[in-house]
């Protein structure tokens, strides 16, 4: 069984920054791919970010490139997601999930988060 927990989210004003963290346990963290996923209000759940185990390899949606950055620190059993210059579309509730090979399918996901709430204000 795995836990993931996220942490982070809120409100912030356009063109601000957020953090979002999730905290694993429960599975050898570290040989996990760990992933990003949000959904906006009426939307269906989307890719935001995916991270290999070791941290060498990551993708991202073409929508949040050169504004979002996926991390992992497997000494805490931790993904990040730092979020920069943010845009009222990426209002949504972010979830983190893992996985057991990099991909940006969320089928291939087996463990998921309870979603933490991101809102971003004109």
């Known amino acids: 069984q795995v836990q993931l927990v996220e942490s982070g989210g809120g409100l912030v004003q356009a063109g601000g920054s957020l953090r979002l963290s999730c905290a694993a346990s429960g599975r050898t963290f570290s040989s996990a791919v760990m992933g990003w996923f949000r959904q906006a209000p009426g939307k269906e759940r989307a890719f935001v970010a995916a991270i290999s185990w070791s941290g060498d390899m990551t993708y991202y949606v073409g929508s949040v490139k050169g504004r979002f950055t996926i991390s992992r620190d497997n000494a805490k059993n931790t993904v990040y997601l730092q979020m920069n210059s943010l845009k009222p579309e990426d209002t949504a509730v972010y979830y983190c999930?893992?996985?057991?090979?990099?991909?940006?399918?969320?089928?291939?996901?087996?463990?998921w988060g309870q979603g933490t709430q991101v809102t971003v204000s004109s």
């Open positions: 999930a893992s996985a057991g090979r990099l991909t940006t399918s969320q089928n291939a996901y087996d463990y």
